[in-house]
């Protein structure tokens, strides 16, 4: 018995011995993934290779650590990637038994000319990533010719969910301007009164744009139908200068002119070395245009605008840092809204201004993150007519003066915060985070109107409309919501994320709880394929000048017979009217599925699905709709939908040629697709139809690569997509048959590019020709959408074939 024991304890201690051996050779690696400025870097990949070629692969987390355990003691190759920044491999590193901490360091990429530096490449698959996302890198945006290359908004339709309408608004994955949370540098930037991007800065200053449609986490406040974050620079220990189009041009149609001019300017660099740095980005734009079949002296449209951005990064220490920028635009517009069917007396005098500042603070106690955050946002937008006649609606275009004198103002002030925990270890690794957001908006509008006239081909009158009443709307809001999020990477096969949401609006008196959850599959464990899923709720941002056009006038119709001078009906008044009860506040419903592919070293492609329902939306009902005038009530039984597949490929040949190509089929409808307002009311029920900018076949592609011929680099540009639909109207100015039910049509262009770098004085610079749409197609902006004119749907305006020059100045040779 006692032999049995002995033995019994020493097959115990001998079966010990290897576990404690293994635990005591075994190594963890834990460590950090900072940028230059000793920011953390949130999804960096990290590779250890060993010396037999067996890879160990993990990624950071949104405070840029990670941890790699269970590892063999010895010698690893090093390799940190992520998009936008330069790649870090070929590193060694060497593991002990126990804990080893590291630290890395990411470059942000950057125009080399003394060494050659490798990017890490755009063809990746981020096996953590749970979002349907597309990214425009700084190389993009600069290298893809565009046909206005200094309008971000321009630049951001080469990718696959954004489309821009033929009044220069952005819709993301076919949703409303104003439905999307636009972000710079973390905060909301979209305008205070109506949500669209109108703020503009230096399109040479944008580091990353990143659009999430789809599984974006529970951090997004007013996420709507997707989320367009905008990343720019805050200077490094390095003085850098940039320049683009320094000189101006000459225009000599109708005389000499200042041709467009699209000077921009950024300079960065430390205040303090290692602790305090600065980045300021400037451009100044002029355009001049002149508009055909207009009279000579009458034909020509003018602009003035300028923005300044400036950021600043300070180390308080290094467990804190603190961020600041300020953001003014200021803009004058002389003959806006010009074109062949609008003359110049129809035109408005535009003055806009916009200032946006914030301060945020980041702050690391122990292993865990916290952040927060201020910012006030002012904008104001002024229209001053020509004069103070009618403004006259013809059956194939206007005259007289615009009807109305506005004065506009908005205003912002926002907090965030959220705290990041360390990763914690049970059944996998969790990422855990949380936070909270208050915003407090305003909007007041000052207005004069005058008189619109409707006339019918002969001459004669047909309607006429006034408005009465005080024309001083004032409106206030305030949001406030928190999140928790947790984001479990189960195994090397599955990852899985799931938040919660509660916002709180004040207009409507209400609060909505929005789950999201969303997971990848990674069949093989590493990023050579993705399966994505996920389903979420998501809070739509409020109109405040759709809410507030029930504090505005009232318009006022007469309608005249045959003759023009007896009326037949009337005066007979409309009006925009709150309900009695609350208000529900308008969500979305967003479902989607993802695959990623990687085929060898160089090409992914993907295909994304997308569902997303909207309900509750704003929008006016006609109470009466048999019969001119009465009340719009304001209510929330609008209905969008959203369909799409996308299917697209990225080739990366080399560091210097690269192609990309997307289709994407899809559907944006609604059951309410009527907007009424003030100088357009339509006598009609709300009725379903397509949006405006609803493009069912949509495909483009872009790509550059150098040539053997002087050194030059070619690049293109093309799109094609359906014609976006109108609807059409009728004498009276009232709608006939359903709305969108005409389209333009189909628009495609293809953009050319060749630039040659040269050295003048020791610095090297870059010049590129442009050939705008060099297949010569009209692609019309303007129809005669009025059924009793003689030329209806006759097409016009449209950009037409063009050439341009770009210089810009890159650095020391």
């Not at 010895?74 to 080893?100: C, M, T």
């Not at 007896?566 to 005066?571: E, F, I, T």
């Not at 697709?673 to 495909?699: C, E, I, M």
Request: overall charge neutral.
């Amino acid at each position: 018995m006692r032999f049995v024991r002995t033995l019994v304890v020493f097959l115990a201690i001998g079966s010990l011995l290897p576990v404690e051996i293994l635990a005591a050779d075994a190594a963890q690696c834990t460590g950090i993934v900072l940028d230059e400025n000793k920011i953390p870097i949130g999804a960096a990949q990290i590779k250890l290779e060993d010396a037999s070629g067996h890879a160990y692969r993990t990624e950071t987390d949104s405070a840029g650590r990670f941890t790699i355990r269970d590892l063999p003691g010895g010698d690893y190759r090093v390799e940190v990637r992520k998009e936008g920044y330069f790649l870090l491999s070929g590193g060694a590193l060497s593991l002990a038994g126990g804990s080893n901490e590291v630290s890395f360091t990411l470059n942000h990429e950057q125009e080399v000319h003394e060494q050659v530096q490798v990017t890490a490449p755009a063809n990746q698959i981020d096996p953590q990533d749970t979002s349907q996302r597309s990214t425009l890198t700084a190389r993009d945006i600069r290298d893809i010719p565009f046909p206005n290359s200094h309008v971000l908004a321009q630049s951001l339709v080469a990718l696959p969910e954004i489309v821009q309408d033929h009044q220069s608004n952005l819709h993301i994955a076919g949703a409303r301007s104003g439905e999307t949370q636009y972000l710079l540098d973390g905060f909301e930037i979209g305008d205070p009164v109506d949500g669209t991007l109108t703020a503009r800065f230096n399109i040479d200053a944008t580091r990353v744009a990143d659009v999430q449609t789809g599984r974006f986490g529970a951090g997004y406040a007013h996420s709507g139908a997707g989320i367009l974050n905008l990343e720019t620079p805050d200077g490094d220990d390095r003085w850098r200068f940039g320049t683009t189009n320094p000189a101006p041009g000459i225009n000599i149609q109708q005389g000499a002119h200042l041709g467009n001019w699209y000077p921009r300017f950024t300079f960065s660099g430390p205040i303090e070395r290692g602790r305090f740095w600065f980045s300021d980005s400037i451009s100044v734009q002029h355009t001049f245009a002149v508009v055909r079949g207009l009279p000579s002296n009458a034909d020509t449209f003018e602009e003035w605008a300028g923005d300044n951005l400036l950021r600043l990064q300070y180390n308080i220490s290094h467990r804190q840092i603190l961020h600041a920028s300020v953001l003014y635009n200021r803009a004058h517009d002389d003959n806006l809204g010009l074109d062949a069917l609008d003359p110049q007396s129809t035109t408005v005098t535009a003055e806009q201004r916009r200032a946006f500042a914030s301060l945020k603070d980041q702050i690391w106690l122990h292993d865990t993150l916290f952040e927060l955050g201020v910012s006030a946002d002012r904008s104001l937008l002024d229209f001053t007519p020509q004069g103070t006649q009618p403004f006259v609606l013809l059956v194939n275009g206007t005259s007289g003066n615009y009807f109305a004198r506005s004065h506009q103002r908005g205003r912002r002030f926002q907090a965030v915060g959220s705290v990041t925990a360390a990763s914690r270890h049970w059944h996998g690794i969790h990422e855990l985070s949380a936070g909270f957001n208050v915003a407090g908006l305003t909007y007041s509008l000052a207005a004069q109107r005058g008189e619109i006239q409707a006339l019918r081909a002969d001459g004669t009158l047909v309607r006429q409309s006034t408005f009465s009443g005080p024309a001083a709307p004032r409106l206030s809001n305030t949001q406030a919501g928190v999140y928790a999020q947790d984001t479990w990477l189960c195994s090397r096969h599955f990852v899985f994320q799931a938040g919660l949401r509660a916002d709180w609006d004040r207009f409507t008196q209400s609060a909505m709880a929005e789950p999201r959850l969303s997971a990848n599959v990674l069949p093989f464990g590493d990023e050579r394929s993705k399966f994505s899923l996920g389903w979420g709720i998501y809070n739509a941002p409020l109109n405040l000048s759709v809410i507030a056009q029930a504090f505005d006038q009232q318009q006022v119709d007469t309608f005249y017979d045959a003759t023009g001078k007896v009326a037949v009906l009337g005066p007979v008044a409309s009006r925009f009217v709150l309900p009695s009860g609350g208000l529900q506040q308008p969500r979305f419903t967003i479902s989607s599925a993802g695959w990623q592919e990687k085929f060898g070293k160089r090409t992914l492609a993907g295909v994304e699905l997308l569902a997303r329902n909207g309900d509750h939306g704003f929008a006016y009902v006609d109470q009466q709709p048999a019969l001119p005038g009465g009340i719009f009530l304001l209510q929330n039984h609008r209905k969008d939908r959203y369909r799409a597949a996308t299917f697209s490929v990225r080739q990366v040949f080399s560091q210097t040629t690269e192609v990309y190509g997307a289709y994407t089929r899809s559907l944006a409808r609604s059951n309410e697709v009527l907007n009424p307002a003030l100088g357009s009311v339509f006598y009609v029920a709300q009725q379903p139809g397509p949006v405006a900018w609803d493009t069912p076949n949509r495909f483009l592609t872009w790509g550059w690569a150098p040539t053997h011929i002087w050194g030059i680099q070619l690049s293109y540009f093309f799109e094609y997509r359906s014609g976006y639909p109108f609807s059409v109207v009728n004498l009276q100015q009232q709608l006939v048959g359903t709305p969108n039910s005409s389209r333009f049509p189909a628009y495609a262009s293809l953009n050319l590019g060749i630039e040659k770098k040269f050295g003048f004085r020791g610095y090297l610079w870059a010049a590129r020709v442009e050939a705008v749409n060099i297949l010569g197609r009209q692609n019309p902006d303007t129809v005669v959408n009025n059924i009793n004119a003689p030329n209806f749907g006759a097409f016009a305006g449209g950009q037409g074939r063009a050439t341009t020059l770009r210089v810009r100045f890159v650095g020391r040779k």
